[in-house]
């Protein structure tokens, strides 16, 4: 792993959203792989910089997104499809035809599941995935489980993270309790990967990816065997290492 320590976190957006452009750049068409979260928020606002600087046109870009609640409509406030128009895809040239989130709404999942990788696979997979990191070691919604997951699949998630994320919803009784997730296998067929990641929360679990045992008992830690991941850091997150 390449670890990248920023001096805070807007300096950390600023680096992985150069490395997003390096491969828009290279590769007009680029497969980018997007999350949510807290985490990814300042390099999708250094991504829209480069983007309105014309440093970066985005219109062949296709994009596939790791996640989504299940039982969210595309229009609900907390649905990571709206996330991500509002954090970024309203704010650079990308196409709206070329943007793919799994549906929450699908009527079945299993098969949906299916298409969404089949989708990936069409497009020749992803070239660039950003991450964030669960306090758990979860990455996408692959939370701590007997075994790694193979492909794009519904998830349903611990209590450590829906209380994570019960800061987005009235209470923790509104977090949807499951979600559809890329699999860890979906991830590391992924052929480069940024990890950012920012605070003291995610000090701990930093250092358990980074220097522990690969296990299925902390998801990210399967990163390790990756031929081309790049965490970025702040201080914060890197304080264990
Ligand atoms: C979201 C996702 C999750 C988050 C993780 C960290 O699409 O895949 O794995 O990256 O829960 O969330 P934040 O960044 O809010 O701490």
Same mark, same amino acid.
């Given at each position: 792993?390449?670890?990248?320590?920023?001096?805070?976190?807007?300096?950390?957006?600023?680096?992985?959203?150069?490395?997003?452009?390096?491969?828009?750049?290279?590769?007009?068409?680029?497969?980018?792989?997007?999350?949510?979260?807290?985490?990814?928020?300042?390099?999708?606002?250094?991504?829209?910089?480069?983007?309105?600087?014309?440093?970066?046109?985005?219109?062949?870009?296709?994009?596939?997104?790791?996640?989504?609640?299940?039982?969210?409509?595309?229009?609900?406030?907390?649905?990571?499809?709206?996330?991500?128009?509002?954090?970024?895809?309203?704010? /650079?040239?990308?196409?709206? %035809?070329?943007?793919?989130? @799994? &549906?929450?709404? #699908?009527?079945?999942?299993?098969? =949906? $599941?299916?298409?969404?990788?089949?989708?990936?696979?069409?497009?020749?997979?992803?070239?660039?995935?950003?991450?964030?990191?669960?306090?758990?070691?979860?990455?996408?919604?692959?939370?701590?489980?007997?075994?790694?997951?193979?492909?794009?699949?519904?998830?349903?998630?611990?209590?450590?993270?829906?209380?994570?994320?019960?800061?987005?919803?009235?209470?923790?009784?509104?977090?949807?309790?499951?979600?559809?997730?890329?699999?860890?296998?979906?991830?590391?067929?992924?052929?480069?990967?940024?990890?950012?990641?920012?605070?003291?929360?995610?000090?701990?679990? /930093?250092?358990?990816?980074? %220097?522990?045992?690969?296990? @299925? &008992?902390?998801? #990210?830690?399967?990163?390790?065997? =990756? $031929?081309?991941?790049?965490?970025?850091?702040?201080?914060?997150?890197?304080?264990?290492?």
């Amino acid at each position: 792993m390449n670890i990248i320590i920023a001096k805070d976190y807007d300096t950390l957006g600023r680096i992985a959203a150069t490395r997003f452009a390096a491969q828009v750049i290279q590769k007009p068409n680029a497969v980018l792989g997007f999350a949510t979260g807290s985490s990814p928020l300042s390099t999708y606002a250094a991504m829209i910089k480069l983007y309105r600087e014309g440093i970066v046109d985005f219109s062949k870009a296709r994009t596939f997104n790791l996640d989504e609640y299940c039982g969210l409509s595309r229009d609900h406030e907390q649905s990571y499809y709206k996330f991500m128009f509002d954090n970024l895809f309203t704010h /650079i040239n990308v196409d709206p %035809k070329n943007v793919h989130l @799994p &549906d929450g709404l #699908a009527k079945d999942f299993s098969a =949906h $599941c299916r298409e969404y990788e089949a989708e990936i696979d069409a497009a020749g997979g992803i070239d660039l995935q950003i991450l964030g990191i669960g306090t758990n070691g979860h990455i996408g919604f692959n939370e701590p489980e007997p075994a790694f997951s193979p492909i794009t699949h519904r998830v349903a998630l611990t209590e450590n993270t829906i209380r994570d994320n019960q800061r987005f919803f009235k209470s923790f009784d509104d977090v949807p309790k499951f979600a559809l997730s890329m699999g860890i296998g979906s991830i590391m067929r992924a052929r480069s990967i940024v990890l950012v990641a920012s605070g003291k929360s995610k000090a701990e679990v /930093i250092k358990g990816m980074v %220097k522990g045992e690969i296990t @299925p &008992d902390l998801p #990210a830690s399967i990163l390790q065997l =990756h $031929c081309d991941v790049t965490v970025v850091l702040d201080s914060a997150a890197a304080s264990l290492l």
